[in-house]
């Protein structure tokens, strides 16, 4: 088997191998949209037949206050005939170590499988409050502002960014969205698209929240689907639900997403009696690329030292011992050390110790992947339930 980084002349053929795979019909001579933040990794045959492919998309995200470097996975594929014969798994072990000589702190990827991609040392991460909002029985307290929706003279990209950027310092996992990520509201036309995009603005005029939403019909009857919904505060959250409120004739139901933060269950006052039915959604999993960087760039609750080893089958510099001191917050020192170690965790439950999916006491009771050799009381300052969201698909 050869596993390589593809070539331009290889995209022809992971078009069709993706979507043989996958079953989706390839439209043939339709132009590639061109990007210079993807690359794709492939495994062929000894004699050149593509078995598999994924691809590597770049992001910025937010990680405890910095921006980090995520590749995140996609289009991960093999032919039928080549399924179980190591390809995805020979991309893997090439593309993780690339990764990290390139500068990369985190992967991410929505698995088919939780327990297929641990292999490859990634574990669950963001989790997500799916709501189904009866408008019915809707009954968000007033606002003083008002909401406007988006159209071609006016589509709000500028407020609309704002939003976004509050949004994006709230979350690990977030990504860091970049100009050209806003080039929907150039093609605003909600007449043509049946796509609505309402931005709130407060009294003062300050843009608070908005969401983009279809209009759906399931057995429970007319939804309103959000594909986004973002508020800086909670009077920009009970904006939006005043206006699904006056919605509320013609539609039965308001689907969105929030964080699986339990304080935004919270958010509005009137969630009784069947008004909202509340779905916890998987949001991926993460992987730690380079463990070392990631531990400088950690937020800390407080002072202390730990000494971690990590076990990573894939990336070898992350195989390793680390001794870590921290002040007020912030790492002082990260360095490879043959001390003892106080907690053993292979690379995935390291990844979300590290992210911010769970307690230090709650994850050392049930979660797999962790040996505690020294039960060191600072290990809760490195390890604790931060706040977790990702909203992109790649």
């Not at 189904?132 to 071609?152: I, K, N, Y």
């Not at 009784?272 to 730690?288: D, F, H, K």
């Not at 990336?315 to 921290?326: D, G, L």
């Not at 110790?353 to 009381?377: E, K």
Request: with cysteine; glycine share 8%; aromatic share 14%.
């Amino acid at each position: 088997m050869i596993v390589r980084k593809a070539t331009p002349q290889d995209q022809a053929r992971i078009d069709e191998l993706f979507a043989i795979a996958f079953e989706q019909p390839l439209k043939r001579g339709t132009p590639r949209e061109e990007s210079g933040n993807v690359s794709s990794w492939a495994a062929f045959t000894d004699d050149s037949q593509m078995m598999s492919t994924f691809s590597v998309t770049d992001f910025l995200i937010q990680f405890d206050g910095n921006h980090c470097k995520m590749g995140g996975i996609g289009g991960v594929a093999t032919l039928p005939q080549f399924r179980r014969r190591g390809g995805i798994r020979g991309c893997f072990q090439a593309a993780l170590p690339d990764m990290f000589e390139n500068g990369y702190d985190f992967s991410y990827l929505y698995p088919f499988s939780t327990g297929y991609y641990r292999k490859f040392g990634y574990e669950s991460c963001v989790q997500k409050l799916l709501a189904t909002v009866d408008l019915q029985l809707l009954d968000p307290p007033e606002v003083a502002g008002h909401f406007r929706l988006a159209e071609a003279a006016d589509p709000f990209r500028k407020e609309i960014v704002a939003i976004d950027r509050v949004w994006e310092e709230q979350f690990n996992m977030m990504v860091i969205h970049q100009e050209k990520d806003y080039d929907f509201t150039k093609r605003c036309d909600p007449a043509a698209s049946q796509e609505f995009t309402y931005v709130y603005f407060s009294a003062d005029g300050t843009p608070k929240a908005y969401t983009t939403f279809v209009k759906t019909d399931h057995r429970d009857g007319r939804n309103l689907v959000c594909t986004w919904l973002f508020f800086t505060d909670r009077e920009g959250f009970y904006g939006l639900m005043n206006l699904f409120k006056s919605l509320s004739a013609d539609h039965k139901y308001v689907k969105f997403v929030l964080p699986s933060c339990t304080a935004m269950q919270y958010l509005c006052p009137e969630w009784s009696l069947g008004a909202a039915l509340w779905a916890l959604q998987p949001g991926g999993m993460v992987r730690v690329v380079n463990v070392q960087s990631v531990l400088q760039k950690a937020r800390y609750a407080g002072s202390g030292a730990v000494t971690l080893e990590v076990r990573d089958r894939q990336v070898a510099q992350n195989n390793r011992r680390f001794a870590v001191s921290f002040e007020n917050g912030k790492a002082v020192s990260v360095e490879g050390t043959g001390a003892d170690a106080d907690l053993s965790l292979d690379i995935a439950t390291f990844s979300a110790l590290i992210a911010g999916v769970w307690d230090f006491a709650d994850s050392s009771r049930w979660m797999g992947g962790l040996t505690l050799h020294r039960d060191n009381p600072d290990l809760r300052k490195v390890f604790y339930r931060k706040p977790l969201m990702l909203v992109d698909y790649f």
